[in-house]
């Protein structure tokens, strides 16, 4: 529960992260949707998204595919109440209330992290739409994918459990490692976020260098939230205080250490100047590369691959100038291209199981499966769901409502009201 508290405060660190990139008047819009994303992803997650995600047996219309909602509903097989007319719990699975609150917070930050890409330009109801729509036909099932063991062993699903049997793809026997969430979280998010980024089309004056980060210490705070946050994300990920968990937590130390410091040796080569956003942005890069492969690395090879993530990155980031597409705060350069790199890292330097070690490169085949697949699934449904809303409510505000701010359109806010701080 404390790990899970810690990823919960993540959500709140991404808006804060979010809200200092973008201009003064959009943070607003910016913040609510990560605010936004905590209060409907939790009620969803509660009345049918946890059972979509780990209920047991063989599946709900696609079996080991999509899990069956009604199995779990309401939580009800981890709370059992007195009979009669008698008021009162009888029994709580305390392990399975815990594992539930510490997966909704995944699903919770999932969302948020997408909207990064549609910063400045994005009506708030069609925005929650989307939030419920895609968490709900694209996170649940990458969910149970990924991360669908039963609690307390490891007999049950995932694909990343090495004694599954019955859960989700890995009754193929893929075997891929996925510890923390680099597929379902980050792959996941980084690819809705750029279908949506190309549904919603570019902000009014897209160029490079239009628009400076309003807030450069209100993003530092949101990417040391995220930083502390983390560790609850991974170490909290193996459910147990143990060497794994230990392991998990100096991994998260180290790579975005070293992440930060590949970003910025590679952007003062390539830009002349190291900047703070720089470094926030690389150590984000070096968690999200971390996050699969934090069980599985020394921390020697955990720093590699955090120099190499972060040099990546900086370089992933420059893809929307040259390729066209408004991916406004770089979801796509971090989390997609940070995802894939700790996702297919695994498949080369994986303790035990990667080329280096085996000579085979099975698993890197397995990560690659893994990673694509989510990619493309996220991507095209995403795609889709964003369309239609676009072509119904409308997604995106005007362009004159833009260039006015979508704080005082769409909210009737202002984040700086300095008249009233004045009057």
């Known amino acids: 529960m404390v790990a899970a508290a810690l990823v919960l405060i993540m959500t709140p660190g991404v808006a804060f992260f979010y809200g200092g990139m973008v201009r003064a008047k959009s943070v607003i819009n910016m913040m609510m949707m990560s605010f936004g994303a905590i209060a409907l992803v939790s009620v969803l997650w509660v009345i049918y998204g946890y059972s979509m995600s780990f209920s047991s047996g063989d599946g709900w219309l696609i079996p080991h595919v999509l899990a069956n909602p009604f199995h779990d509903f309401l939580l009800h097989n981890e709370i059992h109440f007195k009979g009669g007319t008698e ?26 992290l997408i909207s990064g890409a549609i910063a400045d330009r994005a009506k708030f109801g069609a925005w929650m739409v989307f939030a419920g729509i895609w968490v709900t036909v694209v996170y649940f099932p990458v969910a149970s994918w990924v991360f669908n063991f039963t609690v307390g062993g490891s007999t049950a699903g995932g694909w990343g459990q090495h004694g599954f049997s019955d859960g989700g793809w890995s009754v193929w026997g893929l075997g891929v490692n996925d510890f923390a969430g680099g597929t379902a ?4 998010a980084g690819a809705a976020g750029l279908a949506l980024a190309l549904v919603l089309g570019k902000r009014v004056g897209f160029a490079k260098g239009m628009a400076k980060p309003h807030n450069v210490p209100l993003t ?25 968990s230990a392991l998990a937590w100096v991994n998260t130390l180290a790579a975005p ?9 590679t952007e003062k080569i390539k830009d002349g100047k190291p900047t703070s956003i720089g470094a926030a942005s690389g ?3 070096g968690l999200v590369a971390i996050t699969p492969a934090c069980n599985i690395l020394s921390p020697g090879w955990g720093i590699v691959l955090g120099l190499i993530t972060g040099a990546i990155c900086c370089l992933a980031i420059e893809l929307k100038w040259r390729l066209g597409f408004d991916d406004s705060l770089d979801v796509v350069g971090v989390h997609l291209i940070g995802g894939l790199v700790g ?9 035990g199981i990667g080329l280096l070690d085996t000579g085979s490169f099975y698993q890197l085949g397995a990560q690659a499966i893994g990673a ?9 449904l995403a795609f889709v769901i964003g369309w239609i809303i676009q072509k119904t409510m409308g997604f995106r505000i005007t362009s004159e409502d833009e260039s006015a701010g979508v704080d005082s359109v769409v909210h009737g806010e202002e984040s700086y009201a300095l008249d009233a701080a004045i009057g």
């Not at 250490?257 to 040796?265: E, K, M, R, Y």
């Not at 996702?343 to 303790?351: A, D, M």
Request: proline fraction near 0%; hydrophobic fraction near 60%.
């Open 87 to 112: 008021l009162g719990l009888q029994s709580l699975d305390v392990h399975g209330l815990a594992f539930a609150g510490f997966q909704a917070t995944f699903a919770i930050i999932t969302v948020a």
């Open 185 to 188: 979280v980050h792959i996941n």
């Open 220 to 244: 530092l705070l949101g990417a040391s939230l995220l930083w502390f946050g983390w560790f609850g994300f991974n170490a909290g990920s193996e459910g147990a205080v143990d060497g794994i």
């Open 257 to 265: 250490a070293a992440a930060t410091i590949g970003w910025l040796i």
């Open 283 to 285: 150590a984000v890069a």
């Open 343 to 351: 996702t297919l890292y695994i498949g080369f330097f994986g303790n």
């Open 372 to 380: 694509f697949g989510v990619a493309i699934y996220s991507f095209v």
